[in-house]
Nanobody, 121 residues
Framework: QLQASGGGLVQAGGSLRLSCAAS????????MGWFRQAPGKEREFLGA???????YMTDAGKGRFTISRDNAKNTLYLQMNSLTPEDTAVYSC?????????????????WGHGTQVTVSS
């Protein structure tokens, strides 16, 4: 199981660090990703990290967001800086039972409950 946390209300320009804690199995050998869903929009891929630590970030987060993982803690992180109101969304984490990451939602077998991020202007 995956559980995202760390969301909240922040002013524009602020930062948040999201965590995704895994339980029930070891996800060290799994590719993991972050997704978000803004009000009235479809869920979108944000970024991912392979089991070996190779990261990929979409243009939406490039230069502002950083993905990392701590396999010893079975935890995935998303450091978000310079937040804007357009980043307001429910953020979710997911894992796939292969080492590589993927930009496709359908490639992920395990999904966690999301955490709400609200950025005020």
């Amino acid at each position: 199981q995956l559980q995202a946390s760390g969301g909240g209300l922040v002013q524009a320009g602020g930062s948040l660090r999201l965590s995704c804690a895994a339980s029930g199995r070891t996800f060290s050998g799994y590719g993991m990703g972050w997704f978000r869903q803004a009000p009235g929009k479809e869920r979108e891929f944000l970024g991912a990290v392979s089991s070996g630590g190779t990261t990929y970030m979409t243009d939406a987060g490039k230069g502002r967001f950083t993905i990392s993982r701590d396999n010893a803690k079975n935890t995935l992180y998303l450091q978000m800086n310079s937040l804007t109101p357009e980043d307001t969304a429910v953020y979710s984490c997911a894992a796939r039972a292969v080492q590589g990451s993927s930009i496709s939602l359908s490639d992920y077998e395990y999904w966690g409950h999301g955490t709400q991020v609200t950025v005020s202007s």
